[in-house]
């Protein structure tokens, strides 16, 4: 802007001396000076060229960058959708291991209390033909015992198996028919609550009403676990699905309590690893599991 009021000074003083000097001619300064604003002038006009040049290249950089950072912050939203899709379906998987892992646990119970059975069963053989050998009348009820009564022999009469009636409720359980596996389970519960199994068949009905989303009552349930069956093979599942019941019903502090308690009581379970990857992703710092001891040599 002062480049170009110089000019103008400059065009305006030849301008006067040519008007009063006209009787002289155009003189030879006048002609220089002329000269020269005709120089400043392209000057400018070249300066204000190169400048509307180099604005045009900044305006283009400024473009590309914000091009540059738009598809940055889509690449940026999908990686997050993308994470959170994986997470949910990593979740969705371990839920799948662990039920799972749970059924074998399932399976390993039931063959256990089979080959009690059958052992026991052969004991009784063995100790009867014992007897018949010694030539002694077989053995009957303990002295002081008491006959159930008739009501409720005639409902034990009429159940299913325990076998069959557990097999079927976790059959059912694991195809997702989960109304006929809750009475199954009630029922096993029902006429076999003090078998090695009831404690299974009460996890399970916890576990129903868990993955149906009634998590109240399914608190109540893996509680009824943890005090009837403390040692079952259950304990450490129903403790892990409390605390994920209480995390879900907005209790976290119960909950992370649950998960921390469960680690400290079986601190190499699966049900402990799992317990601390899910306090992991609630940003909750867990103790490290201790070293395994060394037996001495």
């Not at 204000?48 to 960058?65: A, C, H, K, P, Y």
């Not at 303990?142 to 325990?162: D, L, V």
């Not at 994920?244 to 308690?261: K, M, T």
């Amino acid at each position: 802007m002062r480049v170009r009021n110089h000019i103008s000074g400059l065009a305006i003083v030849a301008i006067l001396f040519a008007s009063v000097y006209p009787a002289f001619g155009v003189s030879k300064e006048i002609i220089q000076l002329q000269t020269q604003v005709q120089t400043l002038s392209d000057q400018v006009a070249r300066m204000q060229q190169s400048i509307d040049e180099r604005l045009g290249v900044m305006r283009n950089l400024v473009e590309q960058s914000a091009d540059s950072v738009n598809k940055m912050s889509v690449a940026v939203t999908d990686l997050q959708q993308k994470s959170q899709a994986q997470s949910a379906d990593t979740n969705s998987k371990l839920e799948q291991v662990s039920g799972q892992i749970q059924s074998l646990h399932d399976t390993v119970d039931e063959l256990k209390a089979r080959l009690a059975k059958i052992t026991k069963q052969l004991d009784d053989i063995q100790q009867g033909g014992q007897n018949l050998a010694a030539g002694q009348p077989p053995i009957s009820a303990a002295p002081g015992a008491i006959a159930p009564s008739a009501g409720n022999q005639a409902a034990a009469n009429s159940a299913p198996p325990p076998d069959a009636l557990y097999n079927n409720a976790l059959r059912d359980y694991n195809a997702g028919k989960y109304d006929l596996s809750s009475q199954e389970f009630g029922d096993y519960l029902k006429y076999y609550g003090t078998t090695d199994l009831a404690g299974n068949a009460q996890f399970y009905l916890a576990d129903i009403e868990y993955r149906q989303g009634n998590f109240d009552a399914a608190v109540k349930d893996y509680d009824k676990v943890l005090e009837q069956y403390p040692g079952g093979s259950k304990a450490a599942a129903a403790q892990l699905k409390k605390g994920y019941a209480l995390l879900e019903l907005g209790q976290r502090e119960a909950g992370v309590r649950e998960l921390n308690s469960l680690i400290a009581r079986y601190p190499r379970s699966i049900e402990a690893s799992q317990a601390r990857d899910r306090l992991k992703r609630l940003g909750v710092t867990t103790a490290t599991p201790p070293p395994p001891s060394k037996k001495p040599h």
